[in-house]
């Protein structure tokens, strides 16, 4: 166990942002899973309106610092490949 107030201090932030960084993780896992399963059940209204909902919230995560800015873009563009070539 740490003895160092500093120490003490660093094991308390990592507790919590490991906490916000496990919901933000599996929020983004269950918003990309309901476009995948839109797309794969056939629902186009569904996954476009899914797909909306996606983009905006891995946008947001960027700018809270959860995910980079590459990673939510790839995501997003692999969503609206689905998308788009389900409707083609």
Do not use: C, P, W
Not at 8 to 17: A, P
Not at 19 to 42: L, P, W
Not at 48 to 64: E, F
């Amino acid at each position: 166990m740490a003895n160092h107030k500093s120490a003490l201090k660093r094991i308390r932030q990592t507790e919590k942002r490991t906490e916000r960084n496990r919901f933000y993780r599996t929020r983004i896992k269950n918003i990309v899973k309901a476009v995948r399963s839109a797309v794969e059940a056939g629902n186009k209204d569904a996954a476009k309106a899914a797909l909306v909902i996606a983009n905006a919230n891995l946008h947001k995560y960027v700018s809270k610092g959860v995910l980079k800015k590459e990673t939510a873009a790839r995501k997003v563009s692999r969503l609206h490949l689905a998308v788009n070539k389900m409707a083609a």
